[in-house]
Every structure is written in structure tokens, then in C-alpha cells.
């Protein structure tokens, strides 16, 4: 499986971004997808993942209720609509996919190459 994440910039505080995971192939839609961040200096963390189907999902407690994950099977593609943006959010962000349902980075086998997103205050 092949990642492809984009929709990171530069934004103010109190902004909206949506960042994209395209993947590769018709087994994409059998894995479960996750995001995240790692900002400089900073070991990298979860933020959200989703399962394959699109019906669970879950959050680190820092974006719990300003930032949503969701899939499109049909389009290959997994969303972080990320909301109320905070200069803490920078980082890169990645997303990563596997079979398993995780919040833990080292259970995803295959990653994208990341995108930049950048709060200022």
C-alpha cells in the first residue's frame, strides 16, 4: 500500500484545514488508516485513526473535538478536517495505514511521506 498525504500550509490560529490520504490499490479500502504529527524536536504521535469500514474512530484527548477523521472508500481517501487550529498543532503530519485498528504508531506498516502544516498565533 502507497500513501499520499497533502492539504498541509501555513494558516492563522482559529483556522480551518483539511489534509488528504490518498492510497494505492483495491486493497486500500480493507485497512484500517491513521494520523500523525510529529513536530520538531518531538517524538511522533497519534491524532486520530479510522477503521476500514469507516465506522469507528478515535482521538488523542489534544484534538478530541476540533478535528475529524473520515474515509471515502470509493475515492481511496481518508480526511483529517482539522478545526480551531492551534500554533501547538504544527507538525508534520503523516498518515499510515494497516490492518489493524490502533492508536499505536508501531503497529502501521505503511506510511506517507507527511505534509507540513504550520499554525501561526
Known amino acids: 500500500v502507497q500513501l499520499q498525504a497533502s492539504g498541509g500550509g501555513l494558516v492563522q490560529a482559529g483556522d480551518s484545514v483539511r489534509l488528504s490520504c490518498v492510497g494505492s490499490?483495491?486493497?486500500?479500502?480493507?485497512?484500517?488508516v491513521g494520523w500523525f504529527r510529529q513536530a520538531p524536536g518531538k517524538e511522533r504521535e497519534f491524532v486520530a485513526t479510522?477503521?476500514?469500514?469507516?465506522?469507528?474512530?478515535y482521538y488523542a484527548d489534544s484534538v478530541k473535538a476540533r478535528f475529524t477523521i473520515s474515509r471515502d472508500n470509493a475515492k481511496n481517501t481518508v480526511y483529517l478536517q482539522m478545526n480551531s487550529l492551534k500554533p501547538e498543532d504544527s507538525a508534520v503530519y503523516y498518515c499510515?495505514?494497516?490492518?489493524?485498528?490502533?492508536?499505536?504508531?508501531?503497529?502501521?506498516?505503511?506510511w506517507g511521506q507527511g505534509t507540513l502544516v504550520t499554525v501561526s498565533s
Open positions: 499510515a495505514a494497516d490492518k489493524v485498528y490502533s492508536a499505536n504508531l508501531i503497529n502501521y506498516d505503511f
Open positions: 490499490g483495491r486493497t486500500f479500502m480493507t485497512y484500517a
Open positions: 479510522i477503521d476500514w469500514s469507516g465506522t469507528r474512530s
